[in-house]
């Protein structure tokens, strides 16, 4: 698989659980009925509602955009408490516009804490992204889905009972 097949979510998926982005990746989904992402299709939805949302540009989906100069990517969730992954799809999308936009900047919303996180590409992180694009490869090549690992976030998530159970 090629960088332009991946996409943020999937490097949100391999930061915080390498099994749901093997799930992922083979259209195996549990979301439908998850309460936790109807709210945050809601928040997303109903918050910065004079910005134009979901600006696609090849493998990337930007939540919304801004250019006062300097390019701001823009990635809205509903809470920070598991930022690890957000923070890691920015960068990926920094990652893919370093060389068009060297300055571009991501920022993290969390509109329900009103909270912003900047978030900005290092070329400590541009080693590590190289590094997470071929972990990517590695897993969604697997013939089965790695090993469950329990974390304190899984009792949320919507593939628990096919993990844990």
Request: hydrophobic share 35%; net charge neutral; proline share 3%.
């Amino acid at each position: 698989m090629e960088n332009k097949k991946i996409t943020g979510v999937m490097v949100q998926y391999y930061v915080t659980c390498k099994r749901e982005l093997w799930f992922y990746s083979h259209q195996i989904n549990m979301n439908y009925n998850n309460e936790d992402i109807s709210i945050g299709k809601l928040i997303h939805e109903r918050s910065y509602s004079r910005e134009n949302k979901e600006v696609k540009v090849d493998n990337m989906v930007f939540d919304y955009i801004k250019n006062d100069g300097d390019l701001k990517i823009f990635e809205m969730k509903k809470s920070s408490k598991l930022s690890i992954g957000a923070k890691y799809q920015l960068y990926f999308y920094l990652y893919n516009l370093k060389d068009i936009e060297p300055n571009a900047k991501g920022i993290l919303i969390y509109p329900k804490e009103r909270k912003k996180e900047e978030v900005i590409l290092t070329d400590e992180i541009i080693k590590e992204m190289d590094d997470i694009l071929e972990g990517i490869i590695e897993i969604i090549n697997l013939e089965i889905p790695p090993k469950a690992k329990k974390m304190p976030y899984c009792k949320r998530c919507s593939f628990y009972e096919l993990c844990m159970v």
